[in-house]
T-cell receptor
Framework: AQKVTQAQTEISVVEKEDVTLDCVYE???????LFWYKQPPSGELVFLIR??????QNEISGRYSWNFQKSTSSFNFTITASQVVDSAVYFC?????????????FGTGTRLQVTL | DGGITQSPKYLFRKEGQNVTLSCEQN?????MYWYRQDPGQGLRLIYY???????QKGDIAEGYSVSREKKESFPLTVTSAQKNPTAFYLC????????????FGSGTRLTVV
């Protein structure tokens, strides 16, 4: 069975601090995709990034960066110089094998609170 | 603009009543999904549909029903058999393979009173 663990339930930081959100996953598949979504107070989940299991390159997009390490089954997300607008719940998710229903298994989420 | 519309945003239901949550998309996506979100439990899959007139149970389908008569629409009915229906419900759709990821609606918050 697939599983996604986000051990950090809630994180509070002061604006301009860097923060890393952890994600550890379990799967028996060799081909899979990992995702990060942001859920602001409005409720809608916003797609942030997708990474396939064969691409271990780290990625940077503005203040966001992702560190994917298959050796430790982790896909961590770092926000540099956090801002109040980053306050949200962040979900890590894992796909089922390619070619099936492509369901996503979500972690329980990490609530990030950025204060002035 | 294309997207997913969920209605209503807030819904109150009396115990013992069925209620239907609406989900409409104009993205021409093939697959649609319903997730339930409870505090501290993340998102759990209720039902999903890959094509019209076909749908499958997810991890927590008991007490729920769906239909997929049109590509654009995937309504979810919360029946009186659902023991604890108070939750936030999210609808999502996906164009093709899993590499496309999901597009989500803004959710419906259901409260049983």
């Amino acid at each position: 069975a697939q599983k996604v663990t986000q051990a950090q339930t809630e994180i509070s930081v002061v604006e301009k601090e860097d923060v890393t959100l952890d994600c550890v996953y379990e799967t028996r598949d060799t081909t899979y995709y990992l995702f990060w979504y942001k859920q602001p107070p409005s409720g809608e989940l916003v797609f942030l990034i997708r990474r396939n299991s064969f691409d271990e390159q780290n990625e940077i997009s503005g203040r966001y960066s992702w560190n994917f390490q298959k050796s430790t089954s982790s896909f961590n997300f770092t926000i540099t110089a956090s801002q109040v607008v980053d306050s949200a719940v962040y979900f890590c998710a894992l796909s089922d094998p390619t070619g099936t229903a492509s369901k996503l298994t979500f972690g329980t989420g990490t609530r990030l609170q950025v204060t002035l | 603009d294309g997207g997913i519309t969920q209605s209503p945003k807030y819904l109150f239901r009396k115990e013992g009543q069925n209620v239907t949550l609406s989900c409409e998309q104009n993205l021409n996506h093939d697959a649609m999904y319903w997730y339930r979100q409870d505090p501290g439990q993340g998102l759990r899959l209720i039902y999903y549909s890959q094509i019209v007139n076909d749908f499958q149970k997810g991890d927590i389908a008991e007490g729920y029903s769906v239909s997929r008569e049109k590509k654009e629409s995937f309504p979810l009915t919360v029946t009186s058999a659902q023991k604890n229906p108070t939750a936030f419900y999210l609808c999502a759709s996906r164009l093709g393979g899993i590499d496309y990821g999901y597009t989500f609606g803004s959710g419906t918050r259901l409260t049983v009173v």
